[in-house]
Nanobody, 126 residues
């Protein structure tokens, strides 16, 4: 059974940095896409950043929300599979629950299915 295990998050002062990690475990054949969505208090869930695996030897592509594009970076260790979200210059508007999301193929010739992490809280406050 596939699980997404997240680590990181917590409380940070405005202007500070945090790093989130997400690793897929279990019956993972390949990962098509992995990234993060966030849900601020009282608002809907929104895209933060994703990495999509390139096909046919192409490089991976990233998609990062405009609101965080110059402050957040997303990376992935291909060998070890974990993805990381590096968040810099955090401000109170970044306060949210951050959910890891991945589309995972569980067996050869299978179809990708979406999975979600547990969603650690990130709070930016002085």
């Amino acid at each position: 059974q596939v699980r997404l295990v997240e680590s990181g998050g917590g409380l940070v002062q405005p202007g500070g940095s945090l790093r989130l990690s997400c690793e897929a475990s279990g019956n993972v054949f390949s990962i098509n896409r992995i990234g993060w969505y966030r849900q601020p208090p009282g608002k809907e869930r929104e895209l933060v950043a994703t990495i999509t695996t390139g096909s046919g030897g192409a490089t991976d592509s990233t998609n990062i929300a405009d609101s965080v594009k110059v402050r957040f970076t997303i990376s992935r260790d291909i060998v070890k599979r974990p993805a990381q979200l590096h968040m810099n210059s955090l401000n109170p508007e970044d306060t949210a629950v951050y959910y890891c999301n991945a589309y995972i193929i569980e067996r050869r010739l299978g179809h990708p299915r979406p999975f979600w992490g547990q969603g650690p809280q990130v709070t930016v406050s002085s």
